[in-house]
């Protein structure tokens, strides 16, 4: 008799077979318990990462509004300082006696650098609340340009330079706000004839297809459509730009060299081209640069043209 019952070969496979099924059960259901918590940790994560970037938008808000009124609050005294010194070198409270003239217009000097800078850091902080507005008109632009250029006249023939405009006969018309256009070609050709000390500033106009190949540093395009655009060049034979500043002094505060710390005319503030190009971008263009250090610089704003005004055009 037999006491011993030999386990089959099936028996075996079977065996194998039901451990290695429960082994790949167990397996999934860890990593599906992996996978649901790290799922988890991802949405929590990401909600975390949500709440942080409304707050900051919320604090940057506030930062932008609390700077708007203390730079209007700061206007109005600065007002009167710039007005009260005015009428005291005009005499209007009695000579001043010699020794006086000097410091006089030192307050002078001064008390307009610092409107200018309130003015533009009140500029910035309405662009960065959202707050400052954009008044679209049609305009022509060549009598617009002639008509910038004639207020930098001035200034261009003290400092013995020469001033050139460059624009094609028939220019279109452009939708835009004038106020902003204004500002920026004025701070463009403020700053040529400011860092220019022989030679000149041509004021060119291009208009082209579609944007061409920026290659420049300063630029920063986003997708935009294929459509006819204007550029407004402001070329100058001035100190020029390193390649490794000129993506820089598009930042605010930023400057190359500030000058003398005396002076506050020369001085500067840092602030021209930071607002330039993003008054730009609220006006649907942008401002590039290219520029050859020692040699000159040229910085373009482009803006877009709707098509249909092309055939409208100015004399
Ligand atoms: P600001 O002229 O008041 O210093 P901007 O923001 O207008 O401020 O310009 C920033 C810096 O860029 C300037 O300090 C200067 O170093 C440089 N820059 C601007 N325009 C020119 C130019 N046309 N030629 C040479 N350097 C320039």
Same mark, same amino acid.
Request: charged share 25%; glycine share 8%.
């Given at each position: 008799?037999?006491?011993?019952?030999?386990?089959?070969?099936?028996?075996?496979? +079977?065996?194998?077979?039901?451990?290695?099924?429960?082994?790949?059960?167990?397996?999934?259901?860890?990593?599906?318990?992996?996978?649901? %918590?790290?799922?988890? /940790?991802?949405?929590?994560?990401?909600?975390?990462?949500?709440?942080?970037?409304?707050?900051?938008?919320?604090?940057?808000?506030?930062? /932008?509004?609390?700077?708007?009124?203390? /730079?209007?609050?700061?206007?109005?005294?600065?007002?009167?300082?710039?007005?009260?010194?005015?009428?005291?070198?005009?005499?209007?409270?009695?000579?001043?006696?010699? %020794?006086?003239?000097?410091?006089?217009?030192?307050?002078?000097?001064?008390?307009?650098?610092?409107?200018?800078?309130?003015?533009?850091?009140?500029?910035?902080?309405?662009?960065?609340?959202?707050?400052?507005?954009?008044?679209?008109?049609?305009?022509?632009?060549?009598?617009?340009?002639?008509?910038?250029?004639?207020?930098?006249?001035?200034?261009?023939?003290?400092?013995?330079?020469?001033?050139?405009?460059?624009?094609?006969?028939?220019?279109?018309?452009?939708?835009?706000?004038?106020?902003?256009?204004?500002?920026?070609?004025?701070?463009?050709?403020?700053?040529?004839?400011?860092?220019?000390?022989?030679?000149?500033?041509?004021?060119?106009?291009?208009?082209?297809?579609?944007?061409?190949?920026?290659?420049?540093? /300063?630029?920063? %395009?986003?997708?935009?459509?294929?459509?006819?655009?204007? +550029?407004?060049?402001?070329?100058?034979?001035?100190?020029?730009? %390193?390649?490794?500043?000129?993506?820089?002094?598009?930042?605010?505060?930023?400057?190359?060299?500030?000058?003398?710390?005396?002076?506050?005319?020369?001085?500067?503030?840092?602030?021209?081209?930071?607002?330039?190009?993003?008054?730009?971008?609220?006006?649907?263009?942008?401002?590039?640069?290219?520029?050859?250090?020692?040699?000159?610089?040229?910085?373009?704003?482009?803006?877009?043209?709707?098509?249909?005004?092309?055939?409208?055009?100015?004399?």
């Amino acid at each position: 008799m037999h006491l011993f019952l030999p386990i089959g070969f099936d028996f075996w496979t +079977g065996l194998i077979g039901w451990i290695v099924s429960l082994a790949t059960v167990l397996g999934l259901a860890l990593v599906l318990r992996h996978e649901r %918590r790290q799922a988890r /940790s991802l949405v929590e994560r990401s909600k975390e990462l949500e709440r942080l970037s409304s707050e900051l938008l919320r604090v940057n808000r506030m930062k /932008s509004e609390f700077l708007a009124n203390v /730079s209007h609050e700061l206007r109005t005294p600065l007002n009167a300082i710039v007005g009260f010194v005015d009428l005291l070198r005009e005499g209007v409270y009695g000579e001043l006696a010699p %020794r006086q003239v000097k410091p006089v217009e030192r307050i002078e000097a001064s008390a307009n650098h610092l409107r200018h800078l309130v003015d533009q850091v009140l500029d910035l902080a309405k662009m960065a609340a959202g707050r400052l507005e954009i008044h679209t008109e049609t305009i022509d632009l060549r009598p617009f340009v002639l008509d910038v250029a004639s207020e930098i006249e001035s200034l261009v023939s003290e400092k013995g330079l020469s001033l050139s405009l460059v624009m094609g006969a028939a220019l279109p018309r452009i939708r835009t706000d004038p106020t902003h256009l204004r500002q920026i070609l004025v701070n463009l050709l403020g700053n040529a004839v400011k860092y220019t000390n022989e030679g000149g500033i041509v004021i060119r106009t291009r208009l082209v297809d579609s944007l061409p190949d920026s290659g420049t540093q /300063s630029s920063d %395009r986003a997708p935009y459509p294929t459509n006819p655009w204007i +550029g407004i060049q402001v070329i100058d034979t001035g100190i020029g730009i %390193r390649p490794a500043d000129q993506s820089r002094i598009f930042d605010e505060f930023e400057q190359v060299d500030a000058g003398p710390r005396g002076n506050s005319a020369e001085r500067g503030t840092g602030l021209g081209l930071a607002i330039s190009r993003r008054l730009a971008s609220l006006i649907g263009g942008m401002v590039e640069l290219e520029s050859e250090f020692g040699r000159g610089s040229t910085f373009t704003l482009w803006l877009p043209v709707d098509p249909n005004d092309l055939a409208a055009t100015s004399k």
